[in-house]
Every structure is written in structure tokens, then in C-alpha cells.
């Protein structure tokens, strides 16, 4: 079983910072393009930053210049440092890798997956 697993959100005040870090476990032996996620209460879920597998990178115009994305192909990890955050941050932030290969014992099998999400409360 593959699956993404999140830490570091939590609750920071305005200008702040935060890092959000995930790992993919599981018998992997590829990981395509990895991202963030968010989405805020009553609003759709929408990219927040994205890495491919060869460090090219792409950030929401709302972000760029205060969000970096980073991986470790090594380590199957993506990491998000969050400077100078703004109420309109807050959201439900999730983990994705867009096509995972992995083993199992059927098989080879290649899939989208998602973290379970992690809370990022931006208030004073």
C-alpha cells in the first residue's frame, strides 16, 4: 500500500511562517511530479505549488515569492516553507504525488495519490 503522509500545519498569526512536510511510503521505485493542494471552507480545492520530478516548479500567483516547494527524490519527501502568511492562507493543505509506481504482490501499478490533508489556521 502507498500512501503520503503530511505534518507541520498548525496554528500561526499573520506574517508568520510554517513548513509542511510529506512522505510517500510504500514499496515505491518512481514518483512523477508532487505537490501542494489547499482548500479553504466553501471554496474549491486548488494548486498551491508543484514539483516535478526533475525540480522544475510552479507556484498559485497568490503565493509566489512568499511559498517554496522543495523534494528529496531520495527520500520520496516534498516540503512547503510558508513565510509571510496571510489570513487568506488558512485551508485544509493536501499532499499529492500525480503518479506514484509501485510493487505489490500482484504486481507493478502506477496512481495518483493523496495525503490526508493537514490544517493550516493563519490568525491573530
Known amino acids: 500500500q502507498v500512501q503520503l503522509v503530511e505534518s507541520g500545519g498548525g496554528l500561526v498569526q499573520p506574517g508568520g511562517s510554517l513548513r509542511l512536510s510529506c512522505a510517500a511510503s510504500?514499496?515505491?521505485?518512481?514518483?512523477?511530479?508532487m505537490g501542494w493542494y489547499r482548500q479553504a471552507p466553501g471554496k474549491e480545492r486548488e494548486l498551491v505549488a508543484r514539483v516535478t520530478s526533475s525540480g522544475s516548479t510552479n507556484y498559485a500567483d497568490s503565493v509566489k515569492g512568499r511559498f517554496t516547494i522543495a523534494r528529496d527524490n531520495a527520500k520520496n519527501t516534498v516540503h512547503l516553507q510558508s513565510n509571510s502568511l496571510k489570513p487568506e492562507d488558512t485551508a485544509v493543505y493536501y499532499c499529492?504525488?500525480?503518479?506514484?509506481?509501485?510493487?505489490?504482490?500482484?504486481?507493478?501499478?502506477?496512481?495518483?495519490?493523496w495525503g490526508q490533508g493537514t490544517l493550516v489556521t493563519v490568525s491573530s
Open positions: 499529492n504525488a500525480d503518479r506514484v509506481g509501485y510493487r505489490d504482490r500482484y504486481g507493478i501499478w502506477y496512481r495518483e495519490v
Open positions: 510504500g514499496s515505491i521505485f518512481r514518483v512523477d511530479a
